[in-house]
């Protein structure tokens, strides 16, 4: 587990182009706004409610729906609710590593 100011995640199976990671965000908590130069996203909601920002879009992804985030597009991950969320992410792209990773907001200072 890679633990982090908003909860944690750990990757599940890493491929050639795909990586499945299981992350935990605790409730009030957020992910930075960022971008991916090199990578899309798939969120499942598996558990509690996620408020999810894609470019000016926000909306409310709860327990067994999901979100597309294409290359590119800014996004955010947070846990509006007072219980834990859990999502599933699916990462397909040429790389998937934590350096293709472009900040624009962090409640955490990073």
Do not use: C, M
């Not at 990671?21 to 409730?27: D, S």
């Amino acid at each position: 587990k890679d633990h982090r100011p908003w909860g944690w995640f750990e990757s599940l199976v890493i491929g050639d182009r795909f990586q499945v990671k299981r992350i935990v965000v605790h409730p009030g908590a957020a992910l930075s706004l960022q971008s991916h130069h090199h990578r899309s996203e798939h969120w499942i909601v598996v558990q509690g409610t996620a408020k999810v920002t894609v470019d000016d879009e926000v909306k409310l992804v709860t327990e067994n729906q999901s979100v597309y985030i294409p290359i590119g597009h800014k996004h955010r991950l947070a846990n509006p609710g007072d219980q834990v969320l859990e999502i599933i992410e699916v990462q397909t792209g040429a790389l998937l590593s934590e350096d293709d990773i472009e900040r624009f907001d962090d409640q955490y200072g990073r």
